[in-house]
């Protein structure tokens, strides 16, 4: 009903991105890579001020072996707009965090996900009057 108990994680210990196993657990499949809470609060506090303004409708969440994906579509039949990806591999050298267009062009990459977020904020125009 909910939640996994801690005796489905059997001899494996989940702490964030960081699986650590026991001796005799060789062969066994690595659990997805996925946003923690603050990840998702700062990602879902974005997509409701741009949902809001009207420029965003729909999301999906996918949780695959070596990423995590958030994408953010116009529409839900179309491609996505962008894609926020966190990619643990990659945290050591250019920073788990990408914001990814529509096109396959990396926006921003880094390792504060705050500051990749900003990317995709509005900026402030001067209007005529």
Avoid: C, N
């Avoid at 409701?48 to 072996?65: N, P, Q, S």
């Amino acid at each position: 009903m909910g939640g996994a108990l801690l005796s489905d994680l059997d001899d494996s210990v989940v702490r964030g991105d960081v699986v650590r196993s026991f001796p005799g657990t060789a062969g066994r499949e690595a659990p997805a890579v996925s946003f923690d809470r603050r990840e998702l609060f700062e990602i879902l506090k974005l997509y409701g001020r741009m949902v809001a303004e009207g420029e965003w409708r729909d999301y999906a969440i996918d949780h695959l072996k070596d990423r995590a994906v958030f994408s953010v579509f116009r529409r839900a039949s179309e491609a996505p707009l962008y894609r926020i990806e966190k990619d643990p591999k990659l945290a050591q050298r250019q920073g788990a965090y990408s914001v990814v267009a529509q096109g396959g062009l990396v926006l921003k990459r880094g390792q504060d996900l705050a500051r990749v977020l900003a990317v995709l904020e509005k900026k402030p125009r001067l209007v005529d009057l």
